[in-house]
């Protein structure tokens, strides 16, 4: 069963899954073709929804993701963002289903630091403050879950790199963030690492991304140098984070969550190839 899997990586993580042969029950709050509609801040729709279909596995992305808007909207956010999981973990034990737990890079950001699965969270944002809760509650609820760190996901239309090449293609500045740096991660390195941790019933936190911390500039010139775009569009600009919520630099060290896995993910100029299929 899949929470979210009407949204951007939902969408494309359900029919990953069912192309490699899992058989997928996707949930979403609104109704869609092929989607059961679920409001999951309500407990009794998501204990009707796992007695009615009995997964072995809920994979729990549903959530609000817009970090602005749940830095405004502090007690909506939050009984979505942990309130579902908080539910979820409840149902989980009651059911014996194991859950893994969508979460994110933005746990850390207090602090530059090449953030290990298990360092202490030190979240600057509602949004982060949320995702690191889900992962307590389910720690000390859960003794069969994974949890799922990620950062910046490349793969599908309206990412990072489709936005650049949209405005260099159209002869637009295209003003880059220098002093904001997250690891980009590659949805074809993301979803084989959650089917390997799926399918050999791996246990605790794992670092699933890419293998390098950019900054959006950095991340940006790359994008124009491999499409043979023109680099001279893009402006490097410095954020204001007097102003802006987001933690200036979060690095996610794979390294551990690599080796259990058994998987070495490219460097960014190396899978941008993959991404000619979606960007105009
Ligand atoms: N995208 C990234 O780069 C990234 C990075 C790190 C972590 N993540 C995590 O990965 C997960 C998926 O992210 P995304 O980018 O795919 O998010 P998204 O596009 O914003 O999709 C959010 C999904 O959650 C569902 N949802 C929200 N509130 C709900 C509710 N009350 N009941 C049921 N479903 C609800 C939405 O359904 P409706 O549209 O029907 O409301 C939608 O399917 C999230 O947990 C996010 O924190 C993403």
């Not at 994979?59 to 939050?78: K, P, R, W």
């Not at 509650?137 to 799922?148: C, F, H, M, P, S």
């Not at 023109?230 to 410095?238: F, G, L, V």
């Not at 996610?252 to 941008?272: A, C, E, V």
């Amino acid at each position: 069963m899949i929470t979210g899997a009407t949204g951007a990586v939902g969408t494309k993580l359900s029919s990953y899954l069912h192309t490699i042969g899992h058989q997928i029950i996707p949930v979403a709050r609104m109704p869609r073709d092929g989607v059961i509609a679920a409001d999951l801040r309500n407990e009794a729709a998501i204990l009707r929804l796992v007695k009615d279909y009995t997964p072995d596995l809920i994979l729990h992305l549903a959530a609000i993701t817009d970090l602005n808007f749940c830095e405004q909207h502090q007690a909506e956010t939050h009984i979505t963002n942990y309130g579902i999981t908080e539910i979820i973990t409840r149902v989980c034990l009651e059911c014996k289903t194991r859950l893994l737990f969508f979460s994110s890079d933005y746990v850390f950001g207090k602090y530059d630091h090449s953030w290990q699965e298990d360092d202490p969270p030190c979240p600057t944002t509602q949004y982060g403050m949320d995702k690191a809760a889900s992962e307590k509650i389910i720690q000390e609820r859960l003794t069969n879950y994974a949890i799922v760190r990620t950062a910046q996901l490349y793969g599908f239309t309206k990412d990072f790199v489709s936005l650049v090449c949209n405005a260099l293609q159209s002869k637009q500045e295209f003003h880059a963030f220098a002093n904001l740096v997250n690891c980009p991660t590659w949805i074809g390195d993301l979803f084989p690492m959650v089917n390997t941790i799926i399918t050999n019933n791996l246990e605790g936190i794992f670092h699933c991304v890419g293998p390098e911390a950019l900054s959006r500039y950095q991340y940006a010139c790359i994008i124009a140098t491999r499409f043979n775009l023109d680099i001279s569009y893009i402006k490097p600009i410095n954020l204001d984070f007097a102003i802006d919520i987001r933690p200036p630099i979060v690095r996610l060290n794979g390294t551990s969550t690599y080796k259990i896995l058994q998987i070495s993910p490219n460097k960014l100029q190396d899978n941008l190839h993959f991404c000619f299929p979606y960007i105009n």
